[in-house]
């Protein structure tokens, strides 16, 4: 039996992202993302039709200047002789007190009124700012988590993807100044150097080549590579010799080289003559100690294969559950410590849609509890949409808690909820824990801590978006998150990678400690 790591690790091998998401906006789910490809669309419609009103009006406008043109041709070629005729007289009377005013009417007429009023209606649905921030984030962390060169972001070569999806000039630029306005210079040098390549190979822009290299240049500096940084001001001296800083900013980096060459006792080397791309500069490190490990697991890497011999597989009937006799599920070791196992077909395909159904007009913003306050909050570890379902919602709710129970041996009667996530492209859960490590947590008193965790995945996705263990690899459906004496299993640290491609949804339920005291007896040391 393959694992879901190893299924993701194939797809990689087999066949190893344009923004809208976020999961990302305001991180919105690839469901709400769906909503607004249906809404640009119905603009666009909108859009049309207000083209055809103003090519209407223009061509009634047109045909008044003409009919206008031949008359007043005729009457100032001899206005004496024309007004000679008192049929013309009255004509041109009239003309000037009715036929005027009514196309004084047609030109105020605005046809955009139709338009605007739509654009008001869906403008408070669009995205802001943030959300385009966001979006521009989520495009780097998939860059950094499956190391993709920024030229193939913006050739949209993507595993399992066919598509003709393309970053532009001006696109790239975009994403540099994002990069550079949170003065993250890594990604800022990334995609400025991109914009460059792009714009010297001569695609047509809005954004001059002498932008793209004030930017790059600074940003290089912000890196440490003097001579890279002075070899991109020259040139931007070169194109635009007025500019503002330009001028200023190469004496000072030329000054700095200089002083740091005589300190050090060093010649001086000209620039590299490389193109600048990923791993020309070294991404400065975060939050995440674990980072490395974490994004090497994403991408199918370090997997202890050994281990598998110690894995098995059978079938669970939840010790003669009477709801499974006929039915058992197929169960697999994930892993032996901890122990994580893997239920197959656990839901339904109706099942699944059912839950999708019910959860998608609930979606919110997913929260975390904060580790200092115990408020919870969002974050930018974790990026994705969820919602919370009832057994009392729907049959299928009641019917998959009960499953849980069934197969898992525990109460669900002081579980939390059914949690429905959706991740969007760029959606994920950096490594955490599920269980609570604060000892005064007031959500703990009634129901004690998260015992256990039971995950199903309800969609698969074409690239990225595994759930992966940075301390052994591997996947997770059911996993206890303390040990039998109620201490936390440090072990079951995991993460949501990003999404690559695809939109992943998932279902979880996390099972608390009161009322399994004989499901789940303390055992007789700390780490049983």
Not at 71 to 79: A, H, N
Not at 114 to 125: A, D, E, K, L, P
Not at 331 to 349: A, G, K, L, N, T
Request: glycine share 6%; net charge negative; with cysteine.
């Amino acid at each position: 039996y393959l694992n879901v790591m190893d299924r993701i690790m194939m797809k990689w091998f087999r066949k190893i992202l344009q923004y809208s998401s976020y999961t990302i906006l305001k991180f919105y789910s690839s469901y709400r993302m769906t909503d607004l490809v249906f809404t640009e669309k119905e603009m666009v419609n909108s859009l049309r039709e207000y083209i055809k009103a103003e090519e209407s009006k223009l061509a009634a406008v047109k045909s008044w200047a003409n009919k206008l043109d031949s008359l007043t041709k005729t009457s100032t070629s001899d206005p004496e002789a024309y007004l000679a005729h008192p049929v013309n007289a009255y004509k041109l009377v009239k003309r000037l007190n009715t036929e005027w005013s009514e196309l004084e009417s047609l030109v105020l007429q605005n046809p955009s009124d139709g338009f605007i009023s739509n654009m008001t209606v869906h403008r408070q649905y669009f995205p802001d700012e943030e959300d385009e921030t966001g979006a521009a984030k989520a495009l780097m962390r998939l860059q950094d988590t499956y190391q993709l060169d920024s030229e193939v972001l913006a050739q949209g070569k993507l595993p399992g993807t066919h598509s003709e999806a393309r970053l532009t000039v001006d696109d790239c630029f975009g994403m540099g100044k994002t990069a550079y306005n949170e003065a993250d210079y890594y990604h800022a040098v990334l995609w400025m150097q991109q914009a460059l390549k792009q714009i010297d190979a001569g695609e047509e822009t809005e954004v001059t080549k002498a932008d793209i290299l004030d930017y790059l240049s600074y940003s290089v500096y912000q890196m440490g590579d003097l001579p890279r940084a002075i070899e991109l001001t020259r040139r931007l001296v070169a194109i635009d010799s007025s500019h503002q800083r330009a001028g200023g900013n190469l004496r000072y980096f030329e000054t700095l080289l200089s002083k740091q060459m005589n300190e050090q006792h060093q010649a001086f080397e000209p620039a590299s003559e490389e193109p600048i791309q990923l791993g020309t500069y070294t991404r400065p490190r975060d939050h995440l100690p674990e980072r490395e490990e974490y994004e090497a697991l994403c991408r199918g890497e370090g997997l202890q294969m050994a281990r598998r011999s110690h894995l098995f597989c059978r079938y669970q009937d939840g010790q003669r559950n009477p709801r499974l006799l006929l039915q058992p599920l197929m169960e697999e070791d994930e892993w032996d410590s901890p122990h994580i196992v893997r239920y197959i077909h656990f839901m339904s395909e109706q099942e699944i849609n059912k839950v999708k159904e019910l959860a998608k007009p609930r979606l919110a913003r997913a929260t975390v509890r904060d580790p200092k306050t115990g408020v919870l909050t969002t974050a930018q570890y974790r990026v994705s949409k969820s919602a919370w379902l009832e057994g009392e919602d729907d049959p299928v709710i009641a019917r998959v808690n009960q499953r849980i129970e069934d197969v898992t041996g525990l109460t669900v009667e002081t579980a939390e909820l059914l949690q429905v996530a959706n991740y969007g492209v760029g959606g994920q859960y950096e490594p955490h824990y599920d269980f609570s490590r604060r000892p005064f947590d007031s959500s703990l008193k009634v129901d004690g801590n998260r015992l256990a965790t039971f995950l199903n995945y309800m969609s698969d996705v074409e690239a990225g978006g595994a759930t992966v263990f940075p301390d052994f690899g591997g996947t997770a459906v059911f996993w206890y998150n303390l040990f039998k004496s109620g201490e936390g299993d440090y072990r079951t640290r995991h993460a949501a990678c990003p999404v690559l491609v695809g939109s992943k949804w998932v279902s979880n339920k996390w099972i608390h400690e009161r009322g399994q005291e004989f499901r789940r007896p303390c055992g007789l040391t700390e780490v049983d």
